[in-house]
């Protein structure tokens, strides 16, 4: 079964920074690009960023340039988001979500369960 | 990019058509075959009903269809029923490794 679990939520102040891991399990984690979403409370999705196959590939909206920054560790079948510079408005539930397939066409067949973040003082 | 534009609710009682549009422009959706929808459950994740414009995934029902006519997407739900009340969302590539959502539309099964 595939299953997607991201873990590192939690409360931190503006100007913070927090990790957020994504632990994959029932398929071949080297053979999918892997995205970050998130969605503000009461908000539409977005994109966050996305990662190729090997780590090699990135992608970041245009909010998250120059304070997020995404990696992978394939032999943990495991993706990470390093988010620094955090913003009141960075408050949002993060969705790791495999990318059934790639060239960003927007498909993610499996989605994690969502973990929250809150950006407050 | 700006979010797309779909309409914050629609309902429908069992049985009925609803269909759910989906507004961009000629630089996302009306200017590519990238167009996805997906349907959430309140506290749950996002669940991919149709990529592609018109694809459905296996497993989704066949009264799940949707189209594109220019700048607009559209889902369309036949046959309604009780477990598809839910928020869809659409999604569009809009260049550049760019991908837009729009805001959400709420389905009130009556």
């Known amino acids: 079964e595939v299953q997607l679990v991201e873990s590192g939520g939690g409360l931190v102040k503006p100007g913070g920074s927090l990790r957020l891991s994504c632990t994959a399990s029932g398929f071949i984690f080297n053979t999918y690009s892997i995205t970050w979403l998130r969605q503000v409370p009461g908000r539409g999705l977005e994109c966050v960023s996305t990662i190729g196959l090997s780590g090699q590939s990135v992608y970041y909206g245009d909010s998250f340039k120059g304070r997020f920054t995404i990696s992978r560790d394939n032999v943990r079948k495991s993706l990470f988001l390093q988010m620094t510079s955090l913003r009141v408005e960075d408050t949002a539930v993060y969705f790791c979500a495999r990318d059934a397939v790639g060239a960003s066409r927007g498909v993610w067949d499996y989605w994690g369960q969502g973990i929250l973040v809150t950006v407050s003082s | 990019q700006s979010a797309l534009t779909q309409p914050r609710s629609v309902s429908g009682s069992p049985g009925q058509t609803v269909t759910i549009s989906c507004t961009g422009t000629?630089?996302?959706?009306?200017?590519?075959?990238?167009v996805s929808w997906y349907q959430q459950q309140p506290g749950k994740a996002p669940k991919l009903v149709i990529y592609d414009v018109n694809q459905r995934p296996s497993g989704v029902p066949s009264r799940f269809s949707a189209s594109k006519s220019g700048n607009t997407a559209s889902l369309t739900i036949s046959g309604l029923q009780a477990e598809d009340e839910a928020e869809y969302s659409c999604?569009?590539?809009?260049?550049?490794?760019?991908?837009?959502f729009g805001g959400g539309t709420k389905l009130t099964v009556l």
């Open positions: 000629s630089n996302d959706v009306g200017g590519h075959n990238f």
């Open positions: 999604c569009s590539f809009a260049g550049r490794s760019t991908l837009i």
